[in-house]
């Protein structure tokens, strides 16, 4: 009898972490078992506004975003990115403080960011606008605001801009909760029905076991996805974000995901108590 096929669209951000985990699936490596996947690359932002409106199958978003998009999708429990003790960082051009920061503006990749959510948490009130996370670096280098939150490889090249660090979120995060710091999850639409949101989860993990299985040719792939970054850093920022929290959140990552939306409950960042719904 023939398998029978389901197509499904795995959208994710044009990152070399993010690269690396999908090199599987992007290579025709895996027996996706009947689920014929395509791939769409955007920026997380973008993401985040299309898994609100429920556009993909399969979705990376930020976990800030979870609370608006938990109707109509459920978190995988792979295919994570959490900084243990490090994450998205606030750098500026030398003279900005933490002391002096209120009065300043801070370029930020996006409000529906996890990297912002905790922003808050550290420091509320703060005077933000809104920038693409690549171009953050030399948005602040340039004058046009007093400081910037930047995630992904950034966090690993700005000081070769001549820019210091206020804070980095994920060792003051780490300070507060002893967890790491869930920043981007991957999730799957319910209306898929539980045996393809099933199968769809497992052929994730896989792919990323995979990666981590053949890692110098996933690094390869993930490559050309970097931006212009060396090899050597590259490697040690897939090594940052794909690890065995991204193979399975375990109970230190669920308590983490868990513990986030508590403090910004406490903090009055959102209006109820999210409590994450995870595939099993």
């Given at each position: 009898?023939?398998?029978?096929?389901?197509?499904i669209?795995?959208?994710?951000?044009?990152?070399?972490?993010?690269?690396?985990?999908?090199y599987?699936?992007?290579n025709?490596?895996?027996?996706?078992?009947g689920?014929?996947?395509?791939?769409?690359?955007?920026?997380?932002?973008s993401?985040n506004?299309?898994?609100?409106?429920?556009?993909?199958e399969v979705?990376?978003?930020?976990?800030?975003?979870?609370p608006?998009?938990?109707?109509?999708y459920?978190?995988?429990?792979?295919?994570?990115?959490?900084?243990?003790?490090?994450?998205p960082?606030?750098?500026?051009?030398?003279?900005?403080?933490?002391?002096?920061?209120?009065?300043?503006?801070?370029?930020?990749?996006?409000?529906l960011?996890?990297?912002?959510l905790?922003?808050?948490?550290?420091?509320?009130?703060?005077?933000?606008?809104?920038?693409?996370?690549n171009?953050?670096?030399d948005?602040?280098?340039?004058?046009?605001?007093?400081?910037?939150?930047?995630?992904?490889e950034g966090?690993?090249?700005?000081?070769?801009s001549?820019?210091?660090l206020?804070?980095?979120?994920?060792?003051?995060?780490?300070?507060?909760t002893?967890?790491p710091?869930p920043?981007?999850?991957?999730?799957?639409?319910?209306?898929?029905?539980e045996?393809?949101?099933?199968?769809?989860t497992?052929?994730?993990?896989?792919?990323?076991?995979?990666?981590?299985d053949h890692?110098?040719?996933?690094?390869?792939?993930?490559?050309?996805?970097?931006?212009?970054?060396?090899r050597?850093?590259?490697?040690?920022f897939?090594?940052?974000y794909?690890?065995?929290l991204?193979?399975?959140?375990?109970?230190?990552?669920?308590?983490?995901v868990?513990?986030?939306?508590?403090?910004?409950?406490?903090?009055g960042?959102?209006?109820?108590?999210?409590?994450?719904?995870?595939?099993?």
């Amino acid at each position: 009898m023939a398998v029978q096929t389901k197509e499904i669209t795995i959208a994710h951000s044009p990152d070399s972490d993010d690269a690396f985990m999908f090199y599987a699936l992007a290579n025709d490596k895996l027996d996706t078992k009947g689920l014929v996947v395509h791939q769409v690359l955007k920026d997380i932002q973008s993401l985040n506004q299309d898994a609100i409106n429920g556009r993909y199958e399969v979705s990376a978003i930020s976990f800030a975003a979870y609370p608006f998009v938990k109707d109509k999708y459920m978190l995988m429990p792979c295919g994570a990115s959490m900084g243990d003790n490090y994450g998205p960082m606030v750098i500026a051009k030398p003279g900005v403080t933490k002391e002096n920061l209120k009065d300043k503006t801070i370029a930020i990749p996006g409000k529906l960011t996890t990297a912002y959510l905790t922003l808050q948490l550290w420091m509320p009130g703060l005077k933000v606008v809104e920038v693409p996370f690549n171009e953050i670096i030399d948005y602040v280098v340039a004058g046009k605001a007093d400081a910037g939150l930047i995630i992904h490889e950034g966090q690993l090249m700005f000081q070769e801009s001549g820019l210091e660090l206020i804070v980095d979120l994920g060792v003051w995060w780490h300070d507060e909760t002893g967890l790491p710091l869930p920043l981007g999850g991957n999730v799957v639409r319910k209306d898929l029905g539980e045996k393809t949101v099933k199968d769809a989860t497992e052929l994730f993990k896989t792919a990323v076991v995979y990666a981590l299985d053949h890692r110098q040719e996933a690094l390869d792939y993930a490559m050309t996805f970097a931006r212009d970054m060396k090899r050597s850093l590259a490697d040690k920022f897939v090594g940052m974000y794909v690890n065995d929290l991204t193979v399975d959140y375990g109970e230190r990552g669920r308590k983490a995901v868990a513990k986030l939306f508590e403090m910004a409950y406490a903090k009055g960042l959102t209006t109820e108590l999210i409590v994450p719904e995870f595939v099993d």
